[in-house]
């Protein structure tokens, strides 16, 4: 094999490596204490995180400006979320305390006393909606800006993981230990279930068109479930790590899913984004710390936050 046809083989295979393998861009954001839960918002303008000093923060994006700080001392976190549009900031705590904030006024919107902790909690696509769930209580969907409840779902689960309302808002999904649920909000009524997940189901997401559920959990696998019927059209093979978060692409047609590892938590896993029709993987990031949040932008962006003692940083890996 002659010098050239050596050379021009090298850089084909340079010019081969997937981009994703690079470092991603990373926006920093200061925090006097280490942050833990983070919220990003689809809108890809408004990032929140709990600190370890019972400070619940606000940045707006992309000026990484700290807008908001509520204090949340004496409160230990159960559960957080944010809206879509950035506008609503959920905390929840283990006295069974949730608090709706208002970002731009810094006002509470929302604060209800429950009787048992938050298992999970979601805001609709529209930021209109709220579902909670508490542990041995239906699932509640709220009206945030009247704060009225206006549906609590027919059954009661064992537990509740991986809480997802579908693009239209019409119906919403779960995992508990029987499997996963897909309920119709107006109603509350169970439009199907499906038991096919070996272990409990950890994480859920809508298609684009809201025809199928996408679960995950202890198994290791991706199961893609008819949502009038509950039937499993569609296994994804097994992961190396437990997926715990799962989401599709605005545009529908990639797969993202945060993993943990089972055998040692305190370590990180990878973050992975298959292309939906073919399940090819198309990334593969290992994190330098444990993910906080991650979110699929309006725009198209994936972003992923890890921290540093003295920093949030958010990775764009799309």
């Known amino acids: 094999m002659s010098e050239l046809v050596q050379i021009v083989i090298i850089a084909c295979a340079l010019m081969c490596?997937?981009?994703?393998?690079?470092?991603?861009?990373?926006?920093?954001?200061?925090?006097?204490?280490?942050a833990g839960a983070t919220m990003i918002s689809k809108n890809g303008k408004v990032v929140a995180a709990v600190c370890k000093d019972h400070k619940l923060r606000v940045w707006s994006l992309p000026d990484a400006h700290l807008f908001q700080t509520f204090d949340v001392s004496d409160r230990q976190l159960a559960g957080a979320a944010i809206s879509d549009d950035g506008h609503w900031v959920l905390y929840a705590d283990y006295k069974g305390?949730?608090?709706?904030?208002?970002?731009?006024?810094?006002?509470?919107?929302?604060q209800q006393g429950?009787?048992?902790?938050?298992?999970?909690?979601?805001?609709?696509?529209?930021?209109?909606?709220?579902?909670?769930?508490?542990?041995?209580?239906?699932?509640?969907?709220?009206?945030?800006?009247?704060?009225?409840?206006?549906?609590d779902l027919e059954d009661i689960?064992?537990?509740?993981?991986?809480?997802?309302?579908?693009?239209?808002?019409?119906?919403?999904?779960?995992?508990?230990?029987?499997?996963?649920?897909?309920?119709?909000?107006?109603?509350?009524a169970l439009i199907s279930r499906n038991a096919d997940s070996v272990a409990e189901p950890l994480a859920t997401d809508f298609t684009r068109d809201g025809t199928q559920v996408l679960a995950a959990g202890g198994?290791?696998?991706?199961?893609?479930?008819?949502?009038?019927?509950?039937?499993?059209?569609?296994?994804?093979?097994?992961?190396?790590?437990?997926?715990?978060?799962?989401?599709?692409?605005?545009?529908g047609t990639e797969l993202a899913a945060v993993t943990l590892k089972s055998d040692n938590m305190d370590l990180p896993a990878p973050v992975i984004v298959w292309e939906l029709a073919s399940f090819q993987q198309e990334i593969e990031w290992m994190?330098?710390?444990?993910?906080?949040?991650?979110?699929?932008?309006?725009?198209?962006?994936?972003?992923?936050?890890?921290?540093?003692?003295?920093?949030?940083?958010l990775w764009r890996l799309r």
């Open 17 to 34: 490596i997937p981009a994703q393998r690079q470092q991603p861009p990373e926006i920093k954001l200061l925090t006097p204490s280490d």
């Open 97 to 110: 305390v949730v608090t709706v904030w208002d970002s731009a006024t810094g006002r509470v919107s929302l």
């Open 114 to 151: 429950l009787d048992r902790y938050l298992l999970a909690a979601a805001f609709s696509h529209d930021s209109q909606r709220l579902a909670i769930a508490p542990g041995g209580r239906p699932v509640r969907i709220i009206d945030v800006a009247s704060n009225r409840t206006l549906k």
């Open 157 to 188: 689960p064992t537990t509740t993981n991986g809480l997802a309302f579908s693009r239209d808002g019409e119906l919403i999904a779960f995992g508990d230990r029987d499997g996963l649920r897909i309920y119709s909000v107006r109603t509350g």
């Open 219 to 251: 198994d290791k696998v991706v199961l893609f479930i008819q949502t009038l019927t509950g039937k499993t059209l569609r296994r994804l093979g097994r992961t190396a790590e437990v997926p715990t978060y799962l989401e599709v692409s605005p545009n």
């Open 287 to 313: 994190p330098p710390s444990g993910v906080l949040g991650v979110t699929w932008t309006q725009d198209g962006h994936f972003i992923a936050a890890t921290a540093t003692p003295d920093a949030l940083h």
